[in-house]
DNA sequence: AATGAATGAGACTTCATTCAT
DNA sequence: GATGAATGAAGTCTCATTCAT
């Protein structure tokens, strides 16, 4: 027997499934429930209608996200290593979630991200942070933080992008070569 | 008195605009024709079907967006200087073609085009020639352009999004940093 | 309250009724639904589109028809008293049900009829059994029962449909007269 | 180049055969026009709407249906010789102008049928005429002429559908035997 | 006479949502 | 909590008809 977690659960995976495939308006509320095994109505004990499902599913994979940024952080390495491990580890959480890329691309550029109360502080924050602590401590040159957010999000996203349209001429060696490049250019050049 | 031209640009127009405040799925066609001033059925003699229009509209964002990337490119200039001419060309383009930015970002994310047969060499073709020119002529490390042209993208739209969303943190020196950082990480370093 | 099937009947017997009187294209779906007294949507849960709902009300009809066709059957009366029946009793299905009369002549004669498959044996195949019994038994002319098919169906056929135009010229004694007339032709002239 | 009442007869033309294939409501007058090598517009010129386009071409079926009736009639031949001659002319004029036969039985089964005033005396007048003329001359027993209307061209009618309908069971043999069956009901048995 | 782009009412159909069970 | 039949507003699209050329 399931209980009330694991419904909802269903429903939000569902939901980034379909929507993956069909877009929002290509996914009505009668697959969600079928592709989820509950009835339509259920669904609407969770959820107060179909735009408040998808707000919820942004919170979701925005979750989902932001555990991924850190996960393979490890504090006490050298920065320059912890910077390539962190934009690795967002890109493969995106190769390996396309739903969730997918969906997180398609919500931002949605009239229903509109709607929704900027957060205090977004997704990106954690990523933020790390920059600032990589300038504080001089291994990165003294810029808005907020850049070097832009230029590494930036990256990710269109190399996980490109990777997902099938152009798999990315690879091992051309994603070490982005890194590289970014680092370099962002890396303070101490004398 | 308009004639056939005039209409199907207007309707193209009109999808643009309203397609970047509702979306695609709160745009039905019968605001598109109230919009373009033309009756329902009228859309019907231009596009087959609400797909077509869509799919149709993506290739004329797709020419704006060729036309932009190299409208202030100057071959005659120091490479450096076409490639901080090129990234803002292309940046501005964005900021003030905001319809076409987010059209553009929604259908490439969804299920519309799946369906399009993909084309021979991307929108992007352009750029791509540009940092192959860059490699040849020894100002840019010698990678796959590849990568270069995600790098430059992606910053692109991530800086015009980001400016978008209202976070008008980015200004004019920010904006010459992410390039400065970005050039010195793609430059070749001579001896 | 109702259940499903009375809802699904009552569907099929609104089209039924308005197509006698506004032929398949002047019966919008809205109209059936209010005839109904269901919404509009309720039509799509029973039938996939109109197409489906047309073609199961020809299966429906047809049902009707076959049940009709030997109705008044006796097996134990003489053959010729049979025949008399038989032909006096789909002749009075029609004419006491106009509207599946008007419907199947419509639809035989449509677009509809050519999707679909060709049934194993048509609704007449028990009129034609009912001859070849005839011809075996030795009251009916040894010829392919398919032309006394003909024969009888066409007749009544025609006769409904003489009768339904309002021409009141066809009465009792008419009736009879034409089918001794037939049974005159069709009967097995015995020393 | 074309006269007037060749671009009449050419819409009449296409919509006949239009509508054997797709029916009334599937055939727009879009599509009439493209068929008969005329402009939309042009149809107008000629009819007053749709309805009276589809009346105006039962008017022309008619007039083909009645040519067809007594084409190969001899008035010198014997009386039985006749009946067998004018059932295969309308069967064959019906089997070879298959969309004639068609919308004849879409039309008369349809509401437009209901919005026309009743002629004077019918397509069939002909064939009572003929039939009224037998039983005069004591080849026909003294019935209700409509009767043997109704038994010939129900058999007509009816043995064409059936051989339309793709099931070419009915042969010579067959067709002979009808008339056959229908004339030894019909005549009038001498002393 | 002929054209065919344009019109817009109305057709078919979908789907978010409700509610009796 | 869960169901899913029912709803009906709203969407996409068609097509008979008009009218400026």
Redesign the interface.
Known sequence: MENLADKKKAILESTLDLIK??????TPMSMVAKHANVAAGTIYHYFDSKETLICQLFSYVKGRIMDALFEQDDESLDFRVRFFRVWRGLYEFYINNLNSL?FF??F?????NKKLP?PEHDTFKPLHDFFTLGIEQEYL?P??P???T??A???????A??RMA??I??QEP?LE??I???????ALKKK
Do not use: C
């Not at 495939?21 to 290509?26: A, D, I, L, Y």
């Open positions: 495939e069909n877009g929002f308006h290509g997918v691309e398609q931002v550029n949605s009239p229903y900027k040159r810029v808005n907020k850049i070097l832009v230029l999000h930036g990256s990710i996203l269109t190399a992008k490109v099938g152009k001429e990315l051309e070569q982005i590289e490049i970014l680092w370099d250019g962002m």
